[in-house]
Every structure is written in C-alpha cells, then in structure tokens.
C-alpha cells in the first residue's frame, strides 16, 4: 500500500503534503510533478509587495531547494491525463508515469474576461502565477489609468498597489458592494472608505461591458454606458478550480474536486487537497482558496494516504495588505445573522465579530491582531463569548477566553 | 553579512549568513531552519515564525512594535519575555552571532 506517491500541482498544499508525508515515512518515494517551472512559492505576496517592489523569488519560495532532496521533482511538466485503470499519468511530453498513490494539489486560476468582451487584447491581465505578477509590475508606471474588475481582496489589492506607485485607478464591482462575497458590509465600508481618501474611483453595481482597442487595450465600456480610456485592465472575478483532470478520469466535480472530510476521492488511491477540492464543512460543501487551507489539507491528505483516519475540521484564516491596512480573518461569516462591533485599543483598529444566533461563526480584525488571535482561538475551543460581553470596549477580551490546556 | 544560528525544539542547529535588510523569517525558510513555517510570508497573520533569545541579545534585537506585541500575546504556545516574529526582524551587522530558539513544532 504504502508505495511510490505522486503529486501532481507542485504549490502550496504540496508542500505541506511533503512534509508530512516524510515525517511519517522518510524513504517513501514521492514524485513532485509541476506544470511551473518554479519550485513551489508563494502566492499572497504577488498582489501585495511584489507589485509595488523588485521580485526576488528566492525569497516566495515556500522552501529551499535543498529541502526537496529526495523528492523527484519533474518541474515544468503538466500532467494531461491520470489513467485510473493502469495506475499511470500521462505528461505533456507524452512521457508516462507509474503511481500507487495520487494527491491532486491542483490549485485554481483565474477566472478570464471572454475573448468576446475583449479579455485577449494586450494590457489586459489577471494575476496567478509568478509570472504574472511579473508582467504586470512591468506595466505599472507612473500616470497610468488602470481599470480594476472585481471588488474581492484580490482587485482591492491591486488597486492599492496601484495607487502606490502612482498609477491612477478606477475599480469595477458589478454585484451590491465589493467584498460582497467575503465580508459583511461594515468591513467593506472600511474599505470603501479607505480607498476613496487614497484617490481610488471604486464603482459598484456597476459590470463591465467590453473593452477596446486596437491590440492594446483602450477603452472600456461599462454597464451604465459610460466609456473611459484605460491603459491597462486587471481582471478579479474569482477563481477557477483546477478539476478538469479529475473529471476526465472520472472522479466526481462540482465547483472542485469532490472529496470527504479526509480529502479522499471515490477512488481510493486518489486524493486532493488545496484550492482544487471541494468538502464538507458545517453542512455544506465548500471550496477555500487560502494558504491556511491548502497546508492544513496538504497535511491531512498525506497522513490519510498512509492509512491515517483524520478528519479536516478546521479553522479557517485569511489575510489581506492594503496600503499600510492589515485585514485579518478568521472563521466564515457566511451564514451570520448578526455582527458585532468592537473598537480597538488604537484609533485606527477595530473588530467585527459575526454571529449566527449566539454561535460565533468569524471575526474580521482590521488593525487589530489581538482581537484576530482571541477570536482563533475561541473558534478553535469552540467557545462563543457574549455579543453584549464583545460589544463592551472596556471589557478585555483576553477575559472571554478559555482557559489555557 | 551577519551570521544567525537557530535551535529547533527537536534538536537541531541550523546557521546561515544573512544579507543585511533581509528579514529573519525568510532567512529561516530559505536555510531549512525546523519549525519556522512563515505561512503567511511575514504578513503578521499566522505567527509561525516565533522566536526566542536570551536577554542580552533581546536587549539588542528591541523590542517588537505594536501590531507585533498583539499577536505574541495571543499566541497559541508559551510567550517567554523575548519572544519575537522572526518576520519582524531585519538583518543587521551587529546581530552578527545572533542565537534564536525555535521553539515551535517542526
Ligand atoms: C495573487 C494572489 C494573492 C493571494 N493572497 C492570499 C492571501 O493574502 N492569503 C491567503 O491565505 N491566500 C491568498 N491567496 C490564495 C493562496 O495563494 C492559494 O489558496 C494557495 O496557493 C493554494 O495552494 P494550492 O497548493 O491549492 O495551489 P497552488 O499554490 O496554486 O498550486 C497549484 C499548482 O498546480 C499546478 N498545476 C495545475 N494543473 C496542473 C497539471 N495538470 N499538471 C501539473 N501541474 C498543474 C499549477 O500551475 C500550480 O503551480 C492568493 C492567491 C493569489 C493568486
Ligand atoms: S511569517 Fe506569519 S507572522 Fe511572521
């Protein structure tokens, strides 16, 4: 059983797949396939410092390369298809490749803008890959209008980045409010807030007709008809899960990978973890693009191929940079029914504390690490503190922990 | 260029020459160093990048700003008196020697 794993996505939740699949078992061969040419590296920093300063990868990567010894590392090689019944995959070279065991750690991309719309003319970008970022750092000047599509905390970020290196920028959200997936609408206040005083138009309910131009982009049309010229177009509306060579092989997608609580598929020699998979967490299914989630998953996949029983119960964080803004989250507000909201010691911190009936579901601390680390761990011990006890200032919050053990 | 070296809580003593500005967290990942993870890239947002020296070296380090002391607080294992965010720390000439514990899991 325990025979030679192949992983196949070589990123974050691989990472953390390799290490634990190595503490168990250190002369277990493992396989690394890649379609990048990097060795696994970190995505966060792409659409925070990377755009507004020099790239070094040297210092994205997740770990040295040294730290892969022993590992077969086929980097650059993009697996086309995983044939079940043979137990092998087949590269993009055509070269075959034997597996007993399988871990999918595909990620996602970027969600395009159709090529109808004008989503392939130059100067129209999204942001995933290293190389990406690249490609639009160089394009970041000085004087420049950028037009930024999608109001998540990926758009958000690159208009900040935006604004700090002096380009001007106008912001596209075509549902109600940005962050209108991700956060109450107390937290996107914030930010509207902030990125108004920083110079950044933000247009919401407001989609995206079609871009022009020659071959580079010009002119965007939106839906209140008005047109402005642009000189670039970052595209943020979200990402797409990397299931394509799940479902070839016939295992089950939807939204992802389908997988249990223990990140296994219907087939018992494969698994998946990260931004490509989909699992149930508190009723539903669910797909997280986080770093939190793609190491935890990581990790629970490998102790699970080695006959493990663990189960991913977990409690998700997330972060965002923006200017010098620091959103921390914890939890998932989804279903709330109710927010509290805390003032923080200094005057630029605050907390937002999501309820469903008394139940603590997340907390968003902005400024506010100390709030950010009560509330992980009260969501960790599965503690609900008091709504009035968090909406009172003067009451310390370190007083509504569990005690230590 | 400082030399750094770091205990990790299972034994092991890992050393590297540090290119000054370059923060000690990433100076960690990249040498290999046991225990320091850096999840969030030295956001301030996941504090697996906890370290801890001795007085006279903390006494040279100073001591972590605000947003820093918050999430050592609160962090999940034991907060000694010289606990740092290897992230927060830029290399410098006169840490030259420097010594940290890592005191979390590998
Ligand atoms: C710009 C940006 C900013 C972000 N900011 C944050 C943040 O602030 N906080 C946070 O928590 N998360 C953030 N994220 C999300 C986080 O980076 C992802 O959730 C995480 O990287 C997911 O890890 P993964 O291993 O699932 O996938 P990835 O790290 O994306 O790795 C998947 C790899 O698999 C490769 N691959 C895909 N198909 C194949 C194939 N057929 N053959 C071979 N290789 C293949 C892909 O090319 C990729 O290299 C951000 C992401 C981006 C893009
Ligand atoms: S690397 Fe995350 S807090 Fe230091």
Known sequence: MDGRVVIIGAGQAAVSCIAALRSADATRPIVLVGDEEHLPYRRPPLSKSCLAEEISIENLLIRPASWYDGVDLRLGAGVEEISRREGRLVLRNGEQLAYDQLVLCLGSRARP????????????????????AARLQAEFRPGRRLLVVGGGYLGLEVAAAARSRGLSVLLLEAGARILGRVASATTAEHFRTMHAARGVEIREA?????????????????????????DLVVIGIGGLANAELAAHASLETANGIVVDAGCRTADPN?????????????????????????SDQGEIAASNLSGGQRAYAPVPWFWSDQYDTKLQIVGIGHDHDSIVVRPGQRGDAKSIWYFRGEELLAVDAINDPSSYMIGRRLLAAGVSPA??????????????????? | ????????????????DVATGTNLMEAAVAAGVRGIHGDCGGALACATCHVATDLAWAERLGSPGIM????????DGERTPTSR????????????????DVPGPA
């Open chain 1, 206 to 230: 407001t989609g995206l007709d079609a871009l022009s131009g020659a071959e580079r982009v010009q002119r965007a049309i939106l839906s209140d008809g008005s047109e402005h010229e642009v």
């Open chain 2, 1 to 16: 260029m400082p030399q750094i070296t770091w205990l990790s809580a299972d034994g092991t003593e890992t050393s590297a």
């Open chain 2, 68 to 75: 820093e002391d918050e999430m050592l607080d609160m962090i």
């Open chain 1, 270 to 294: 494969i698994l998946a973890a990260g931004d490509c998979a989909s699992f149930p967490l508190g009723g539903r299914t669910v797909r997280l693009e986080s770093v939190q989630n793609a």
């Open chain 2, 85 to 100: 965010l290897s992230c927060q720390i830029l290399a410098r000439a006169e840490l030259d020697g420097l010594v940290l």
């Open chain 1, 113 to 132: 803008l159709g090529r109808e719309a004008g989503g392939d003319l130059a100067g129209v970008h999204t942001l995933r890959s290293l190389t990406d």
């Open chain 1, 387 to 405: 709504r009035r006890d968090v909406a009172n200032a003067d009451l310390p919050l370190s007083a509504m922990l569990p005690p230590r053990g």
